[in-house]
Nanobody, 120 residues
Framework: QVQLVESGGGEVQAGGSLRLSCGAS????????RAWYRQTATNQREFVAS???????DYLESLEGRFTISRSVSMNTHYLDSNSLKPEDTAVYYC??????????????WGNGTLVIVSS
């Protein structure tokens, strides 16, 4: 199993920047892909960005250019850097990892979420 802890959320003014971090512990050697999702007060949970075990990144098209996902494999941590934040970016941000083991196959683990509030 993998445990995830997010940090870095908080309140920021529109136009500002923020870095979210997601630290993983447990069976970290099984992690294939890392991602961020978010959930606003009115919308369903949506994909934000992902990075695979080869460093290939993918983004929600509307966020590309403002959000950057990165990772530190040695520190078992992945990050989400955001800039030019807008009030509509206000959401609970969740980190997610996808693991693979021979016994369980592919499995997703979610953090508890960190709240980001962008004030106008």
């Amino acid at each position: 199993q993998v445990q995830l802890v997010e940090s870095g959320g908080g309140e920021v003014q529109a136009g500002g920047s923020l870095r979210l971090s997601c630290g993983a512990s447990g069976s970290v050697w099984t992690i294939l892909n890392r991602a961020w999702y978010r959930q606003t007060a009115t919308n369903q949970r949506e994909f934000v960005a992902s990075i695979n075990d080869r460093g290939r990144t993918d983004y929600l098209e509307s966020l590309e250019g403002r959000f950057t996902i990165s990772r530190s494999v040695s520190m078992n941590t992945h990050y989400l850097d955001s800039n030019s934040l807008k009030p509509e970016d206000t959401a609970v941000y969740y980190c997610v990892v996808e693991t693979y083991t021979g016994g369980l196959g592919r499995r997703d683990y979610w953090g508890n979420g960190t709240l980001v509030i962008v004030s106008s």
